[in-house]
């Protein structure tokens, strides 16, 4: 059987993974190496791929898989942006990205001045843990869609691709 290995210990990032695959699928307490709060796609995606080849090794594993969040500015608005990449021992690669939307005024004026999306998404919400539960999406759609299942979708594209491009 294939070892997963995740680059968090989060359980929505964990759930993602295990949820979608047979696998066994193990997290670890890994730095992505970025900012605690990654603006932009480019440095979310490079926390997702130091997360991922940060696992893969500490796990031992054949696949490891890194899912970072992150903030991109289009315009006046702030936008959640979240990237996922799987990286294999033979050196595949394979990035995918989620769901856009834009964060509250409010919220984008913390995080310009340092705030991380997580405890704001917190507070604003008046809930504890929301990165570790519904996520910002979960709150700005009223639970139509959730932190799980937004890094779903990234994970289902990235275990596509995966195959894809093995055959």
């Known amino acids: 059987m294939k070892k997963v290995a995740v680059g968090s210990l989060n359980p929505v990032k964990l759930d993602s993974v295990r949820t979608l695959t047979t696998f066994e699928v193990k997290g670890y307490d890994v730095s992505s190496g970025v900012s605690e709060q990654p603006w932009g796609d480019e440095e979310t995606i490079l926390g997702a791929k130091q997360r991922a080849f940060a696992a893969l090794e500490e796990g031992q594993s054949d696949i490891g898989i890194g899912l970072e969040g992150g903030v991109h500015q289009i315009g006046h608005l702030l936008y959640v942006c979240n990237w996922g ?82 055959d």
């Open 85 to 166: 990449v799987l990286v294999d021992r033979n050196g595949k690669e394979i990035v995918a990205g989620g769901a856009r939307f834009p964060l509250p005024d409010e919220v984008k004026q913390r995080l310009e001045n340092g705030d991380e999306l997580g405890p704001v998404m917190s507070e604003f919400a008046s809930r504890a843990n929301v990165n570790k539960k519904e996520g910002a999406i979960g709150i700005v759609t009223k639970g139509a869609i959730t932190r799980t299942t937004m890094y779903e979708h990234i994970v289902k594209m990235l275990f596509g691709q995966y195959e894809y491009y093995s």
